[in-house]
């Protein structure tokens, strides 16, 4: 597997005010990583795929400008919520993308932080 | 489009009894993967199991095993001999090609939340 791990686990914020959270891949240097976004008692929405030394890929709908991703290593990237609004309060998880034999040849298994809980106020 | 369906929002099972939690999903790509992953109210997401969509045999983890459908496109999630620390959301998820950026994507269900009573 993979052990990933998020800074901070959860930030409390005052509403105008950007927040930078960390996902570190501690045993595996990852190429891609990905960041999701979870509203309660819904399910995970990927927001943007994170690729070591150059630009992130955002998903459609997803405001680029308002959540800045930097991957600038291979055990490092962060996403940066500018200007937060109460509507920004969310569950905001990571993952790195490895690649595994399995039965039918080398599939990519995505293994996830613990999620940075976010609110707004 | 394609798309994972969990159709249960809530399931309640007996310690030590076997409990099903079903998943549909709908794709027009030929390769594609399929994992159930649990989150506890912890918020981590952990990874259950994975089935690839030509691997013929349904996949099988300890107490976990995927019944694979392909022709109904269904891949349900069997939990035996229930425990109480498997109470927690279930979400099925579906790895496809050509995400954005030409990366593998997963999209998942809406969960579905497993109730174990002793």
């Known amino acids: 597997g993979a052990v990933v791990s998020q800074h901070p686990s959860w930030v409390i914020c005052k509403s105008g005010t950007s927040v930078k959270i960390e996902c570190r891949s501690l045993?595996?240097?990852?190429?891609?990583m990905f960041w999701y976004r979870q509203f309660p008692k819904q399910s995970l929405m990927l927001m943007a795929t994170s690729n070591e030394g150059s630009k992130a890929t955002y998903e459609q709908g997803v405001e680029k400008d308002k959540f800045l991703i930097n991957h600038a290593s291979l055990t490092l990237s962060t996403l940066t919520v500018t200007s937060a609004h109460p509507e920004d309060s969310s569950f905001y998880i990571c993952?790195?993308?490895?690649?595994?034999?399995?039965?039918?040849?080398?599939?990519?298994?995505?293994?996830f932080g613990p999620g940075t809980r976010l609110t707004v106020l | 489009a394609q798309k994972i369906t969990q159709t249960q929002p809530g399931m309640f099972v007996q310690e030590k009894e076997a409990v099903t939690l079903d998943c549909t999903y709908d794709?027009?790509?030929?390769?594609?993967?399929l994992f159930w992953y649990k989150q506890p109210s912890s918020g981590e997401m952990i990874f259950l199991i994975y089935?690839?969509?030509?691997?013929?045999q349904n996949a099988t983890e300890g107490r976990y095993s995927l019944n694979f459908q392909k022709a109904r496109k269904s891949a349900n999630l069997v939990i035996s001999a229930s425990q109480l620390g498997d109470s927690a959301m279930y979400f099925c998820a579906m790895r496809v090609p050509g995400g954005s950026g030409g990366y593998n994507k997963l999209i998942f269900g809406a969960g579905t939340r497993l109730a174990v009573h002793p």
């Open positions: 089935q690839g969509s030509y691997d013929e």
């Open positions: 993952s790195v993308s490895k690649g595994l034999a399995g039965p039918e040849g080398s599939y990519n298994e995505q293994f």
């Open positions: 794709t027009s790509d030929q390769s594609y993967g």
């Open positions: 045993d595996f240097q990852a190429t891609t």
